[in-house]
């Protein structure tokens, strides 16, 4: 078939299978010690990391990429210290192999117990995010998974770097360097016949829009986690304190407004819509956010714009995840009515209310099933290392296996041991 997977695809699986193989029991100080050792390959290759991530940055700035994307292809020296940090921070985290989750004795005797195991060969797809290249294998080493890989074609220079300095790193730890590769080329067959690598590849995971999602569900023929496309949301209640959620909403949507936990959409309580609006318009006029404004909320901005950009919210505005510097905005009468609207507009990524009820704190959080959602805080928390995690694979917005972050555990199953006393069944 036309659709198999080429004979290099089916030899790359094959290694990666055996690599996990031996991941599986290799013991955690071996697996820290390849962490650091790749933390420290990064500092000490940043030079050549930065070349090549300046090779994709021309290229993309030519075919003419948003800045969106632009900002999450970037690599400085910032970022690439940031992630070889990310990358102590999971060595130092527990190692979950092996953990036993209940254990019990059973009437007749025998000793049950329930331990993680990795899962096996991971392939991630993602685009242009060459950060991804090192969350996804220090996570999965640590984890005992083998990865392979697929960067988009805009990454194609930054990846190929980053994996020769990762396989460095595992040749040094004495650890089998199939346990990560990359598919090495921009060809988007590729992507199709790796998700029907199903003989060696037990788990994928897309990180990128909502396309690769959708050929991801209907192509594969290996379990998909999908996630990672935020539409989110913050509810100003009437009892809130309003210079503290301007704070919020400004870090929700300008630290970086080109990720998927950044804040799409505000909805403001009624009650205080009229003294709240000119204060949001300022702030966000100040931070150069344009602002998509549905009926009543429109006619209240446009006539007291405060230096921003106000337009009238076209049919479509609130479903989309911007990715850039706007902000969708609309009253709304209580919090069951914001429950409402997320429901019907939001992709149950990060959604929060801002309020000092508690009652209505209480039933924004029982109501709504997102990944995360959140009282009083940024959406932008919605993060693998704001949670603790060291890093993230993604963001889960599935209800099976994962939600939210996938950090460590996530990226584990677990098996069933019997110890008996040469016992038959009766």
């Known amino acids: 078939m036309s659709g198999d997977p080429p004979v290099a695809l089916e030899r790359m699986g ?15 100080a071996a697996k820290n010690g390849a962490l650091s050792n790749i933390a420290d390959k990064l500092e000490a290759r940043m030079e050549a990391i930065l070349a090549a991530n300046e090779q994709d940055r021309v290229a993309a700035q030519a075919k003419g990429l948003s800045p969106a994307l632009l900002d999450r292809l970037l690599l400085n020296e910032v970022r690439v210290r940031a992630l070889a940090a990310d990358a102590r921070k999971v060595a130092a985290l527990p190692d979950p192999v092996g953990a036993e989750l209940e254990n019990r004795l059973l009437p007749n005797g025998m000793r049950l117990s329930r331990r993680r195991i990795p899962i096996g060969v991971i392939g991630v797809i993602y685009e242009a995010r060459p950060n991804v290249t090192i969350d996804v294998a220090t996570l999965s080493l640590k984890t005992g998974n083998a990865v392979i890989l697929r960067g988009g074609s805009e990454t194609l220079q930054s990846n190929r770097v980053l994996v020769e300095t990762i396989q460095q790193a595992l040749v040094e730890s004495e650890l089998p360097v199939e346990a990560v590769q990359a598919v090495d080329s921009p060809e988007r067959a590729l992507v199709t016949q790796l998700l029907r690598l199903d003989r060696y590849v037990d788990m994928i995971i897309p990180r990128g829009g909502a396309a690769l999602h959708a050929l991801c ?43 998927c936990n950044s804040c799409d959409t505000v909805l403001v309580h009624r009650a205080v819509a009229a003294e709240f609006l000119p204060l949001l318009a300022r702030r966000m006029g100040a931070c150069k956010v344009e602002l998509r404004a549905a009926e009543e909320a429109y006619t209240l901005l446009a006539a007291d714009p405060q230096g921003a950009v106000v337009l009238a919210a076209g049919p479509d505005d609130f479903d989309q995840e911007w990715m850039a510097l706007i902000l969708g905005v609309k009253l709304v009468d209580d919090v069951e009515e914001a429950i409402a609207h997320i429901y019907r507009h939001g992709s149950e990524h990060s959604d929060g209310i801002l309020t000092h009820n508690l009652t209505n704190a209480h039933r924004f959080v029982d109501a709504l099933n997102s990944s995360a959602v959140f ?44 110890f008996g006393n040469w016992d038959i069944r009766p």
């Open 14 to 28: 094959e290694a990666a299978r055996a690599a996990s193989r031996r991941l599986a029991t290799v013991r955690s």
């Open 217 to 259: 569900r209907e192509q594969a023929t290996i379990p998909v986690i999908t996630g990672g496309i935020g539409v989110c949301h913050l509810f100003v209640d009437a009892s809130a304190d309003l210079a503290r959620a301007l704070d919020i909403i400004e870090n929700a949507r300008v630290q970086r407004p080109s990720v």
């Open 375 to 418: 009282v009083n805080a940024s959406t932008r928390f919605n993060d693998g290392g704001q949670f603790g995690l060291g890093a993230e694979v993604a963001v889960s917005t599935q209800k099976l296996h994962a939600r939210g972050p996938m950090g460590l555990e996530e990226l584990t199953t677990y098996k069933w041991v019997c």
